[in-house]
């Protein structure tokens, strides 16, 4: 039988409940160890662990274009770490969110 190793994962969302919801459920289910939780991007690359975040959770709640900076500034310095955006979106929100190339 294959085990699941978790990946370390930040998660950017500005809902606690969310965030705990998220959390718990992912290092329950063993996917995930959560190594960061935010409330905003503001000061994401300070607070990122230099090694080993795997993912980078970023709800889109807050200005579109800040969310896609921050994709852009974490694909940048940290290129090993995988960004998934979610969150409610329109057509044109996902052209321009396609624009900076996120993993999902």
Do not use: N, Y
């Amino acid at each position: 039988m294959h085990q699941l190793v978790p990946i370390t994962m930040a998660i950017v969302h500005s809902h606690e409940g969310m965030r705990f919801g998220i959390k718990t459920w992912l290092e329950q289910a063993g996917v995930a160890k959560v190594v960061l939780e935010q409330e905003c991007p503001k000061g994401l690359l300070k607070a990122l662990p230099p090694e080993g975040t795997r993912v980078l959770l970023l709800h889109v709640g807050v200005a579109l274009q800040l969310a896609l900076e921050t994709v852009e500034a974490v694909r940048r310095r940290f290129r090993d770490t995988g960004v998934l955006l979610v969150g409610e979106w329109t057509e044109p929100m996902v052209a321009r969110a396609m624009e900076v190339e996120p993993h999902g």
